[in-house]
């Protein structure tokens, strides 16, 4: 008989389909909040208008603005983020902006429960993961400050209790996770994905995708995971594909937006990724390839390695919620990938073979890796997969 437990964040609400700035002002209203910091991405502080109009419907709540988060959340953009939020006195944190914003609010949140000014303040709560797979997770204080995200992405990290950030004193990028971390509400508005570039969004998808793909290949899978996965599955890569042949189909955003927050129904679960995102951890944090892009050249290949060791059939269900049952889950993925226009190799990311041995030995330090479902115990297999992607 299974057993397990699906466990909750502080996640308490998902508006979906209605403009951000009507909807935010009305989250700001339920926490009860009076200075609402804004963090945003760049390039829509650039345009003007959605910031705009954010800060016109809060009004005097409105108490400063963040943007310009450099890709993969380092330590140091975290604390200049957070120093402005206490400037501003903010009782509430928003973002509008992709997951690069999304994951430093969360650390905001941290870095204000636990007063950090320095670098070296995250080094205590870092979640450490060691080359035998031991897990190291300190225990401390959980934020309390409320945290509303609008994302323009769909690497739905906004759902997520855990923040990647990156320590630019080793060049790599680590987890922070705690259940109070997570935001307390999340709001959906396909308008607001429009300026979002082409590449962003559908290489997030595939990240969403991701998220999918290896939850339901997992050996510690539920029936409330694969429900929620599979489904995702469907409405993401539909959804993906028509955006792509029109990028103004609203309905096909928000199918997408939907779909991203199925594929994260692991985290409550409780169910592992694998080796897709484990490498892809690596390749971000470590190599600079772009958050989606690592998801797009690793996810085909990861398929591939563990196909050997699928003996529940499990890659099948992918295909079928592909809508091709009869074809390898990791054929169709690749097939999915390119015909978005985006990479599905090492190569075409920046990622040479010289670079292969560190990205397999930084790869056994990832947690995600020691859950993939065909067993890794050493670099040397890491080195396998690479190679298939190269």
Request: with cysteine; charged share 20%; hydrophobic share 45%.
């Amino acid at each position: 008989m299974q057993t397990g437990a699906v466990t909750f964040t502080r996640l308490n609400r998902v508006t979906y389909g209605e403009p951000v700035a009507k909807a935010l002002a009305a989250a700001a209203d339920r926490a009860g909040a009076a200075r609402v910091f804004i963090m945003a991405s760049q390039s829509l502080v650039a345009r003007a208008d959605e910031i705009g109009a954010v800060a016109e419907a809060l009004g005097d709540r409105f108490c400063g603005l963040y943007s310009g988060m450099p890709a993969h959340t380092p330590r140091d953009a975290v604390l200049e983020a957070a120093a402005g939020a206490r400037r501003g006195r903010a009782d509430m944190i928003a973002t509008v902006g992709g997951g690069s914003i999304t994951d430093a609010a969360k650390a905001v949140t941290l870095a204000l429960e636990h007063d950090l000014t320095e670098i070296a303040d995250f080094d205590p709560f870092i979640l450490r993961t060691n080359a035998d797979g031991t897990t190291v997770a300190p225990e401390y204080r959980a934020p309390t400050l409320p945290l509303v995200c609008c994302p323009t992405t769909l690497s739905a990290g906004e759902y997520n209790p855990l923040a990647g950030v990156s320590d630019p004193r080793k060049g790599v990028k680590q987890a922070i996770r705690s259940l109070g971390m997570a935001p307390s509400e999340v709001i959906l508005d396909p308008a607001l994905t429009l300026p979002t570039p082409e590449w962003l969004w559908l290489s997030t998808g595939v990240r969403a995708v991701d998220h999918c793909v290896e939850a339901v290949c997992s050996h510690l899978t539920n029936a409330y995971c694969d429900a929620q996965s599979l489904h995702g599955l469907t409405l993401l890569t539909r959804g993906l594909t028509a955006t792509r042949a029109d990028p103004l189909d609203l309905e096909a955003r928000m199918n997408c937006q939907l779909g991203a927050w199925l594929s994260m129904s692991s985290v409550q679960a409780n169910v592992p990724k694998g080796a897709s995102h484990a490498i892809g951890h690596i390749l971000g944090g470590s190599f600079g390839v772009a958050h989606g892009h690592t998801s797009c050249v690793m996810l085909p290949s990861v398929m591939r390695w563990n196909l050997e060791a699928d003996t529940a059939g499990r890659q099948k269900l992918i295909s079928a919620a592909m809508g091709d049952a009869g074809q390898p889950a990791g054929d169709l993925l690749e097939a999915f990938i390119r015909g978005l226009g985006m990479p599905t190799r090492l190569s075409e990311v920046g990622v040479t073979p010289d670079q292969f041995e560190r990205a397999a030995k930084l790869s056994m330090h990832d947690r995600w890796i020691h859950t993939n479902p065909r067993p890794i115990k050493s670099p040397d297999q890491v080195l396998e997969i690479l190679k298939l992607a190269a």
